[in-house]
């Protein structure tokens, strides 16, 4: 899921200083899920933007909030609202805030920062374990991701950092990711494939803006 | 460089300004007593004047650089153009190194690049000197570099860190600087292991100069271990420093006939390196 945090207060009252009807949108998946954008925290959101002087229009929780004809389809059944806004605070990621800017012509602000791809942990606890490069490996690496879990993204074994006990030099509370990728493929027998030199990643897969569009073709799995 | 019996560099940061005059008096002062200088890339993720520069400044001067490069700061093009660059400004020993993260710095909201490890960078480097790129293209010509890499003897888990040892070797490097080395006996044990290598090795030395430092590096630098003996020393002695550079020079003398050469860090003590070298 898309890990989202709220910004601080006082920034979002910033970014919102000098409309006065806003109009609120939140998202029932992952912002939902991480406790940023669902319906208790739009509703915190609508109190506290009222207990400062702003006058809330209406608001709305969209099942994904970055689906655009969803979205389009939600601000029309929210049309006379809309209408009587100056601004829309979006409680999703910055592909939600994206939907609804491609969908209403007021101003859309962004109430939360996008952080990553993350996998839970456990209730309230997300990491991230991809990093979306386009060019997965993990075949090679035991089932564990250098892009991503080591801060440097070495793809051919530790820095000179790991220290005596296999923590990471960057962050000494995290296992160095090459220990994990170590331990990993020991455990499965697989220790040869470290041992192959992994040539730089091709970031031509990883352009933005990605695009892409489903056809059938041959050979796939479906 | 590499053609010596046993080889002696010394580190020197380059200045975090635009005045090198500091910078050349050192290099100055080490000119005839080293072998080489190593000069540092942008160390701790601190902003100093560019490696780069600073090589060519010592090549004027006559005197034998390393080239010490991360990967860091720049992506594999910009790389491979200031490794042609360096050529051209006759560099021939290079030291390919991942780098420092760049939060421990002081520009910590750059973003910092790592397109490559050290590991693809002593690849392209082996490249380069067959007149490839890392794209696979073709050079006018080819370089002539001697590639060099780190190397911390004592890192755990010691299987992982063989085997990262062999795939720079397996890339194409040549010699091997460690980290700072004090025991010995470790050591030892170490260059046993790896005597069939056709590698050189080049022992760390970092010069101590206090009982503190050495307690903070026994804290904080992974695989290096001051022994007690050595602490117990410095804590003894009226003037540590001086301490520091008899221990040096010491254990320089120890490593003769154990290392390929020694690589000695002075930490800004630079001017102090012939005294330990006399004293050898
Ligand atoms: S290699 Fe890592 S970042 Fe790339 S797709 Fe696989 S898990 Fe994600
Ligand atoms: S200690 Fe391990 S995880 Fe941390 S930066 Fe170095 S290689 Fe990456």
Redo the contacts with the bound molecule.
């Keep these: 899921m898309i890990i989202t945090k709220q910004k601080m207060l006082s920034d979002i009252i910033k970014a919102i200083t000098g409309y006065k009807n806003i109009f609120i949108t939140g998202c029932g998946s992952c912002a939902t899920l991480c406790k940023s954008g669902g319906e208790e925290e739009v509703a915190q959101m609508e109190k506290y933007l009222k207990t400062k002087g702003f006058n809330i229009t209406g608001s709305t929780i969209i099942d994904e909030a970055c689906h655009v004809l969803l979205t389009k389809r939600t601000y029309r059944e929210h049309l006379s609202k809309i209408k009587k806004s100056d601004a829309i605070l979006v409680m999703a990621c910055g592909a939600g805030v994206q939907a609804s800017s491609n969908s209403v012509e007021i101003p859309v602000i962004p109430a939360l920062d996008t952080l990553f791809l993350g996998n839970t942990i456990r209730f309230g606890v997300f990491e991230q374990?991809?990093?979306?490069?386009?060019?997965?490996?993990?075949e090679i690496t035991g089932g564990v991701?250098?892009?991503?879990r080591c801060p440097k993204g070495l793809l051919n074994g530790p820095c000179g950092g790991v220290d005596d006990d296999g923590m990471c030099e960057v962050d000494r509370t995290l296992k160095c990711a090459w220990v994990e990728i170590y331990e990993s493929l020991k455990k499965r027998g697989h220790l040869d494939r470290m041992k192959k030199i992994i040539p730089p990643k091709d970031y031509s897969k990883n352009r933005h803006p990605g695009s892409l569009t489903l056809k059938k073709r041959k050979g796939s799995a479906k | 460089m590499l053609n010596k019996d046993f080889i002696i560099t010394a580190e020197l940061q380059p200045p975090k300004g635009p005045s090198v005059d500091e910078f050349l008096n050192k290099a100055h002062i080490l000119k005839t007593k080293v072998d080489a200088l190593n000069v540092t890339d942008n160390q701790r993720a601190i902003v100093r004047l560019s490696s780069l520069a600073g090589c060519a400044m010592l090549v004027r001067e006559g005197i034998t650089p390393v080239f010490q490069i991360t990967c860091r700061d720049r992506n594999r093009l910009a790389i491979q153009s200031d490794l042609l660059g360096a050529h051209a400004l006759g560099i021939r020993n290079v030291l390919a190194i991942t780098g420092d993260d760049i939060s421990i710095g002081d520009h910590r909201g750059a973003k910092q690049v790592f397109d490559i490890d050290s590991i693809q960078l002593i690849s392209i480097i082996a490249g380069l000197n067959k007149g490839i790129t890392a794209g696979g293209s073709s050079l006018a010509g080819h370089t002539d570099f001697n590639i060099g890499a780190t190397l911390n003897p004592f890192a755990r888990p010691e299987e992982l860190n063989m085997m990262r040892f062999e795939k720079k070797s397996m890339a194409g490097a040549k010699f091997f600087q460690t980290q700072p080395i004090y025991d010995i006996n470790a050591f030892k044990k170490f260059m046993e292991k790896v005597k069939d290598k056709e590698v050189k090795i080049i022992a760390g030395i970092l010069v101590l100069k206090s009982a503190k430092m050495a307690h903070f590096l026994n804290k904080n630098l992974p695989g290096v271990h001051v022994p007690f003996a050595l602490i117990k020393e410095l804590e003894t002695s009226y003037d540590p420093k001086k301490k520091g550079l008899e221990i040096a020079a010491r254990t320089i003398q120890t490593l003769k006939g154990i290392a390929h050469g020694v690589h000695i860090m002075a930490m800004g003590m630079e001017e102090r390196i012939p005294e330990i070298l006399e004293m050898v």
């Design positions: 374990y991809c990093s979306m490069c386009g060019d997965c490996l993990l991701c250098p892009a991503t």
